[in-house]
């Protein structure tokens, strides 16, 4: 579990997050949602401990991550997997190659080791007979599961997704939800997911975290999303002429 304790972060005369508070449960999807603007993506940065927050704490299954040193903050971030928005690959290497990457840098297996592992993680997203192909051969569904596949190298115990399905078509988006929830029950990480999709919202979604102007405005699950009487969430999930009459 990451839990997030009253986290307060100010940009010269911007406050852009406010009292934060969050429970990212285990063996769950916990989304954060919002408009952009809202304090997603400084949140998130606050997490995985790429920004330090001005007050707050964030702590890994009890153990204060903000207040650990340096070389124990990267043991943390071994067991951290992320997947980018853009998938992030080096269209330089091969798939599997690509895969191997953190286990290159941040492990000493031998290499017969990191290709079993890699090799491992790549039949997982069903993806084990491209190892061999670069990026450009690939359709944006294969990248996304690439990126996923890098992500569970390391065997994490919390995985973040950033915009997941940005980029992809309603049908690959729909598997690559389907992907990230399986692996998230069946390893039983803590996923993060950060997203303007409502359809994942609605999809996978176990917790839920509605951001509206740098606070926590709204908390529950996809069940209880579309009968809020929180205003603003409202004008979010309800954005659309489709989500209006689905009202």
Not at 88 to 111: C, G, H, K, R, Y
Request: with cysteine; charged share 30%; proline share 3%.
């Amino acid at each position: 579990m990451i839990e997030v304790k009253n986290l307060h972060k100010r940009f010269h005369h911007k406050e852009v997050l406010k009292d934060i508070s969050i429970k990212f449960q285990e063996g769950k999807v916990n989304f954060i949602i919002g408009r952009s603007g809202s304090g997603k993506s400084v949140l998130t940065k606050c997490v995985v401990g790429l920004i330090e927050p001005d007050k707050g704490d964030v702590a890994y299954d009890g153990n204060s991550f903000t207040r650990m040193d340096r070389p124990e903050k990267q043991e943390v971030r071994k067991k951290i997997g992320m997947l980018f928005q853009g998938s992030a690959l080096f269209d330089s290497m091969s798939v599997i190659q690509n895969v191997m990457f953190p286990l290159n840098m941040f492990t000493e297996l031998s290499e017969g080791e990191k290709i079993d592992r890699a090799m491992n993680t790549l039949e997982r997203v069903e993806l084990q007979d491209s190892a061999n192909l670069l990026p450009a051969s690939l359709s944006g569904g294969m990248m996304k599961r690439v990126g996923i596949a890098r992500a569970l190298a390391m065997q994490p115990r919390f995985l973040f997704c950033d915009e997941p399905n940005s980029g992809l078509d309603p049908q690959t988006s729909i598997i690559i939800d389907n992907l990230i929830k399986d692996l998230t029950y069946e390893l039983n990480m803590t996923t993060v997911v950060i997203s303007h999709d409502l359809n994942s919202v609605l999809e996978i979604g176990d917790e839920i975290n509605f951001l509206h102007e740098g606070r926590v405005e709204w908390k529950g699950d996809r069940k209880d999303i579309v009968n809020s009487d929180v205003e603003s969430l409202n004008r979010f999930v309800f954005a659309s002429n489709l989500m209006k009459k689905l009202k």
